[in-house]
C-alpha cells in the first residue's frame, strides 16, 4: 500500500513511518522544508518538503496514495493562538486536498486528549462525552477535528485522540521524567492526587494502524469514527514517576510542591520563549491543562471496533523510553 504521512519527521511521524517501512508499505513522508530527514532518508521513503499551507502541493503528494495519517501539529508556540494554522488551518488542507482526489485516500487525523478535555475522577473520559477542551493548545486540536468533520461526506476520514504518548525519540515527555528520575525525585504540583492515561507510541502506531484499517467513518455530528487509546490502565502521578525512577535505578522520593512553584516555572518559561524566539512546553496555555486533576480515557470502543490491543505496560516503556534517553542505569 500507498502510505502518506505528514509530520513524519517527528517523533510520532518517525515512528509510526518505521513501523510501516517494516510491513513492506511504500511511504511519501510529508516534511517542512527545514526538517531534518535523515532517519527517513535511512527508511527509504519518498521524500515531499510542503508547506501545508499550500494545498495545491498537497494535493500533487497525495497522487497515487491510498492512505493519509495527518501527524503534523504544534504542542507548543510562542503565541497560543498560534496553535491554531497548524493544527486547525492545516488540518482543513489536509483534508480538503484529500476530498478533491477523484478517489479520496483513507484520512487518520491523530488529533489529542486535549481536544476531549479533563475526565472526572473515575470515570475516564469516552468518545461519547462532549468534548471540554481547557487549553488554547485542545480547543486547536477540536477545531480540527470540525475541519475533519465538515468533510465527512466526500471522504472516510477516522479520528484518533491518545494521551500522553512517549518512547524513544521523545523530546518532550521523557526528557522532563528523566531530569526528575536523575535526581531521584518525583515533584507533583499542587496537593489534589493526579491520574492519568498514558501511552507508549509502538501502541499507538498499532493503534493508528487498526483504526486505517477498520476504524468507522467520522459524520458532522456524533462520535462515531472517532477513538481514544491508552495502554489499558490509570496511573497516579507518583506511579509514573517511580517508574522513571526505577528504569535508571534510583530510589523514587515524592515531593508535593504547592501549585504556584508551577506557576513560576511556566513565568519562567514564557520570559525565556519571548527571549530566545523558541516556544517552551511548559507555557500559561499548558498551565491550564497542569492545574487539572484527571486526564485519563477509554480505549474501549478501540479494543470492540477495531481490535486494538496495547502490549507495552508503563514499567517496560519507561525502561525503554530513559535507556534510550540516559543510556543504561549505572
Known sequence: MR??????????????????????????????????????????????????????????????CELVFHLAGAVKALRPRDFFPVNAEATRRVAEACARASSPPRLIYLSSLAAGGPASPGRPRREEDAPHPVSLYGESKLAGERAVRELAGRLHASIVRPPIVYGPGDREFVPMVARMARLGLVLQAGQDERRYSVLHVEDLCRGLLAVAERGSRVEPEGSGGIYYLDDGAEHRWEDIGRAACTALGRRAVELRLPMFFAVLAAARGAVAASLSRKPAMLSFDKLKEVRQATWTCSSERARREVGYEPRVPLETGMRQALSWFCGPPH
Not at 19 to 27: A, Y
Not at 34 to 49: F, M, Q
Not at 52 to 57: F, G, N, P
Open 3 to 64: 502510505v502518506l504521512v505528514t509530520g513524519a519527521s517527528g517523533f510520532i511521524g518517525t515512528a509510526l513511518t518505521r513501523t510501516l517501512r517494516e510491513r513492506g508499505d511504500e511511504v511519501r513522508a510529508l516534511v517542512r522544508p527545514t526538517s531534518a530527514t535523515a532517519t527517513l532518508e535511512s527508511l527509504g521513503v519518498d521524500l515531499v518538503r510542503v508547506d501545508l499551507s499550500d494545498v495545491d502541493r498537497i494535493f500533487e503528494a497525495l497522487h497515487g
